[in-house]
């Protein structure tokens, strides 16, 4: 594994996102000292918390799995991983037939769920289906979504054979398809590759790894919403010796010859550094960097969303924490919003009520309802925000109205739409929060890589780099990235 040469006593990390916290928990952990910056005033990046009125929102990402990466990078330091509630089940699943399915994370509970709702023949496919997530995430865990890679060639080995052997480059829609009969269940194993920015009939079967976090990992909770993760681990960075510093982002880096000798903040600082660990989207990092934004080859972006945040005064039995409705279409929903870049004729929305967990998020009696609608990204589409935007949150709220939150719309007190518009104002390319796509020219040794090129100590982390997006992989980016520092 190539590292960053040179001394790396001083490290400046630019942005305390998961992937900046990330990082920072393990370089103090190998004996670094650390400077984080954050443009924002609080921690967390497409993690973070807003408040809206009197109730409290998770801005971003509203499902956690995989805590113990978490734990991991809290325990470098010697910091207790805070407390967290497991989610059973982790989705509930409403469809267009009327019927819904509860996802369980237990494999007797969701064996008996498939059973009641698809018969038997499908709850035995549920159980070959579970050792091959198993399989596939074992084999993929170290090698693959948790190794740093310079040259396609680490690939080659007895992982790579298992690989191959478990059909992990096969399509993951087939894939599912071989153990499940009922369409239901087929979307519920494989729609979590929109979050990978690749229809499933499209997606690398690999990225089933997701699906095994969702499903059999299972989904967790911590008190105060996601954000809550990032503030501790925020904490924990600062109590071991880390200077944080907020509402201070990086306006430059200077350089002598490769190298980076310091950063130039917002707020007119010089802060001389050894290297640099970069976690905004590629355009700005390498924009920061002073490489041109345009690539030889260009990235592919993933979908984006239009989120509605709601603050309202009544809930409905048929929410859950996490509920996904369907609708009837599939392969014309995803047709749409990847390569039409049209909105959903049909849509299939995640809707998040965290109060079901935590009722302190929303006065009481209230709730708070996050509706996400998966949408074309600024690239794939010209669709006029400003003007659309309040108009399809008037469509969104009446398509789940029709699908069974009677009075959605005047229930709501407070709220906040997010469309790809002000992603891009985030600072997020292509105005998507889900990054590049996971194509096969973007995944594993094949994604942009972590070390920049003629750069010999500036080192990236984040959803665009190594290993991906979601928060596993951005967690384990910050991992590498910081291994990219102090070797193993």
């Given amino acids: 594994m190539r590292t960053v040469t040179g001394r790396t006593d001083h490290v400046v990390v630019v942005g305390a996102g998961l992937a900046g916290l990330s990082c920072t928990l393990h370089l103090l952990g190998a004996g670094r000292q650390v400077t984080l910056l954050e443009t924002a005033p609080t921690p967390g990046g497409r993690a973070g918390r807003t408040r809206i009125g009197d109730y409290t929102v998770d801005s971003g990402a509203s499902v956690l799995t995989m805590p113990e990466l978490i734990e991991d990078a809290l325990a470098r330091v010697g910091a207790p991983m ?3 509630v497991k ?11 009327g019927s819904t399915i509860h996802v369980h994370s237990d494999a007797a509970a969701m064996e008996d769920e498939i059973r009641r709702a698809a018969g038997p023949k499908d709850a035995l496919g549920y159980r070959e289906l579970r050792r091959w997530l198993s399989e596939l995430y074992r084999v993929e865990r170290d090698s693959f979504i948790g190794a740093n890679f310079d040259s396609p060639l680490d690939l080659l080995g007895s992982r790579l054979a298992s690989l191959i052997a478990l059909g992990g480059f096969g399509r993951l829609g087939p894939a599912i398809a071989k153990h499940l009969s009922d369409d239901r269940l087929r979307r519920l194993f494989s729609f979590q590759s929109l979050y990978a920015g690749v229809p499933p009939r499209r997606a690398l079967a690999a990225y089933a790894v997701i699906a095994y976090m969702d499903t059999i990992a299972g989904v967790w909770f911590p008190r105060g919403g996601v954000a809550a993760v990032a503030e501790h681990m925020a904490q924990a960075a600062s109590k071991a010796g880390a200077d944080v510093r907020y509402s201070c982002g990086a306006a430059w880096l ?3 010859g490769s190298r980076v000798t310091a950063v130039r903040t917002t707020s007119g600082e010089r802060i001389l550094c050894d290297a640099v660990v970069l976690t905004p989207d590629l355009p700005v990092a390498r924009g920061l960097l002073g490489l041109p934004s345009r690539r030889v080859v260009p990235l592919q972006w993933s979908p984006s969303a239009v989120v509605l945040h709601a603050g309202v005064n009544r809930s409905w039995d048929s929410l859950g924490h996490h509920t996904i409705f369907f609708g009837d279409a599939w392969d014309r929903t995803f047709d749409e919003i990847t390569r039409r870049g049209t909105l959903m004729s049909d849509p299939s929305l995640l809707v998040t009520r965290p109060t079901a967990t935590d009722p302190a998020l929303a006065p009481q009696g ?3 309802v996050q509706v996400l609608a998966p949408c074309p990204n600024l690239r794939t589409s010209r669709i006029d925000w400003p003007r659309v935007g309040p108009a399809y949150r008037d469509e969104l ?7 069974g939150l009677t009075g959605f719309g005047e229930s709501i007190e407070v709220e906040e739409l997010v469309t790809p518009a002000e992603w891009e104002a985030r600072g997020m390319g292509a105005g ?3 990054s590049l796509a996971h194509s096969f020219r973007q995944t594993g040794p094949f994604r942009p890589r972590n070390l920049v090129s003629g750069v010999d100590n ?10 991906g997006v979601g928060i596993p992989p951005v967690v384990i980016s910050g991992r590498l990235a910081a291994q990219r520092i102090t070797g193993r």
């Fill in 87 to 97: 989610l059973d089940p982790a989705y509930r699943a409403h469809f267009a037939d």
């Fill in 82 to 84: 805070l407390d967290l």
């Fill in 254 to 256: 200077e350089r002598v």
């Fill in 397 to 403: 709220v009446g398509v789940l109205e029709r699908r």
């Fill in 458 to 467: 500036a080192v990236l982390a984040g959803c665009g780099t190594t290993p």
């Fill in 366 to 368: 209230r709730e708070v």
């Fill in 432 to 434: 998507t929060p889900f």
